[in-house]
Each structure stands twice: as C-alpha cells, then as structure tokens.
C-alpha cells in the first residue's frame, strides 16, 4: 500500500493527516504552529510532526507518494512560492523545498482557501457540483472558486481573495489596512467584535455574565448558547452578521454562477442560526432565480484543508480519487 500526506498550516495548529491510495484517512495529528520562529525551526516542526505521523501509522518513507500542504497566504501553486503568510511574517517563501528536501517526494503547495474547496469537491459537500464557491470563515475569511471543476488561479495565481473585497465603504478596518473588507465583516473576529460592540450597548446579556464583564474573552460558542436562549444580544450579532455574509455571498453569486456554496470553518458551526437569515437574504437579493443555489455548511470540518491537501497530490501524480 502506498501513502499521501496533507499538511494544512493554520495560524493555532498544523495539522496533518495521512490517507492511502483509497483516500481512507490512517493517521491524522495536529501540533501547535511555532509562533515567529525562524523558516528553518518552522520546517523542521512540520518534517517532525509528518515524520511521527508515518511512525505513528507503521509507514515506511519509501511509500509515501508525496505531500500536499495548504498555505495561509497568496500562493504560486506552480512554484509553491508563498507571497506572504501575515502571521508569520513570512514573504516570498518556497514552502515545498525544505520539505521535499528531507523526504525525497514530490510536494504541492497550494492557498488554503483553494485546498478547502478541492477537499470539499471530492469528499464532502461539494461532490457532484463542478462551480462551487467555498467560504472559509475562521479567524479570517478564506475562499475558494472551483469553475468547470477547475480552481480559478489567475494570472498570476493568486485569485480568489473574496475576503478582500469591500463589502461595506467606511467599514471595520481590516488587518489588510483597508475598511469594510468581506473578512473584517465576516469571520470569528468580526462575530466577536459585534459581540463587544452590543453588548456594551446592551449590558443586560448573558455574555457579560459569562466573561465576568472581560468582553474580550467572547466566544462563539458563548453567542451560540445565548441565541439558543433567545439573548437579545447574542440575536442580533447573528442577525448582523447574516446580513453581512450575504451580501457578499450575492457579489460572489453574480459574478461566478456557483452552483453550490458551502461555508466552512469555525463559524460555521454555527450551522442554520446563520444560514437560515443568509440563505433568505440571499434569495431575495438575486436578479433571477435561475441564480440561486444551495448554501450548505461543509461536510468535513476541520478536514477539508488536509484532505483537500492529499487532493492535490493526486492531482499532481495522477492518482485517481474515486
Ligand atoms: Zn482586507
């Protein structure tokens, strides 16, 4: 039997799984990212930790075909270069050499956004669909534009950064030094900020009793509970944040055509409080209904980067995904 690897580089964890030829996931870890280490102590975490995982599963260097890594940043996938990883602090990095390097196999590194979406076309939510739109929505927001069951790259293959586009003039600053970017209105941070901002409006809200008045300790699970209790506050975060979401998702619709959009990430599991007003707004703000498509929650989690990462080996080796 023989084994592929996929490393997915988040700002907490990198996480990894390994899967056989059949895509059937063996071993799967995650550790912590070193925070601003130097590139070489950084690679030489993620040689160990990939290096452990094969011990951990009885697999032999000589199987393993190849490693797929998803990269939080503008990235070359024809070059592996990444442009830039922000909480890194890291510009113009070939991120595939140091690991090709120490295992002796081909590496493809590829955006995160873009390796979410590939996992969720052949595994999860997206199986079947050829045009799919994929929101990632975490500390930031990431995306990924699968047209004619194709990646859209562009011309210098960095496209699809929808969490850049601006969504509202004059809005929240976002950490890309602009205002009203789709990621400073719609992510884990966004959630919270409103979170703070209503409640300190609002101070009758179970979240000051949760964070003992400390609003820089809200969580999304927190906001959840409090929905679910019907907190006025925890309502109305939800209900913002839709409408954010929606608008766009309705820029992302017109311009792409997907036919399924799934959103991934730890908003996400948020489930229907948030897609329900979404997928309503959305509805109501298409041109025509031919436009309209289903806007479900990812099927696999935390997964789709590191399965989504395997993809991309199978895609570069030609090893069929059935
Ligand atoms: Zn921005």
């Known amino acids: 039997m023989k084994y ?16 056989n030829t ?10 912590p990212t070193p925070f601003q280490r130097p590139k070489e102590e950084t690679f030489s975490v993620i040689n160990h930790h990939v290096e452990n995982l094969l011990q951990e599963g ?6 393993l075909l190849g490693i797929g890594f998803g990269i939080p940043g503008l990235t070359d996938s024809r070059t592996n270069v990444a442009y830039n990883i922000p909480f890194l602090g890291w510009t113009n990095t070939n991120m595939a050499e140091p690991i090709r390097q120490y295992f002796g196999v081909p590496v493809f590194a590829e955006n995160d956004g873009n390796v979410n979406a590939l996992g969720e076309m052949h595994f999860g939510a997206g199986r079947g669909f050829e045009d799919i739109l994929l929101i990632t929505l975490g500390t930031g927001l990431g995306c990924g534009i699968i047209t004619g069951g194709k990646l859209l790259h562009g011309a210098s293959r960095v496209a ?9 003039a004059g809005g929240d600053q976002c950490v890309c030094g602009k205002r009203g970017c789709f990621e400073s209105c719609c992510s884990g941070t966004a959630l919270t900020r409103y979170a703070r901002r209503f409640a300190i409006e609002f101070s009758e809200t179970s979240l000051m009793k949760e964070t003992n008045g400390n609003l ?9 509970r409090g929905y ?8 109305k975060v939800i209900e913002v944040f839709s409408e954010k979401l929606s608008v766009g998702l309705v820029n992302l619709i017109d311009l792409f055509n997907p036919g ?8 996400a599991r948020l489930g229907d409080r948030v897609l329900t007003p979404t997928r309503r707004l959305v509805e109501a703000s298409l041109m025509h209904p031919v436009q309209k498509c289903d806007i479900v929650q990812g099927q696999l989690d935390s997964n789709a980067g590191v399965m989504g990462a395997c993809s991309l080996v199978a895609e570069g080796l030609n090893i069929p995904i059935k």
């Not at 699809?160 to 509202?168: K, L, N, P, R, T």
């Not at 679910?228 to 309502?235: K, P, S």
């Open 4 to 19: 592929i690897a996929g490393i997915d580089l988040g700002g907490t964890n990198i996480k990894t799984v390994i899967v």
């Open 228 to 235: 679910d209790d019907g907190d006025l506050v925890c309502r």
């Open 160 to 168: 699809a950064e929808a969490g850049h586009m601006v969504i509202e």
């Open 216 to 224: 820089f300790a809200i969580t999304g699970e927190m906001i959840q």
């Open 58 to 63: 009885s697999i032999e260097r000589k199987d």
């Open 260 to 267: 399924i959009v799934i959103i991934s990430g730890g908003v």
């Open 22 to 31: 059949d895509f059937k996931v063996v071993v799967s870890k995650s550790v």
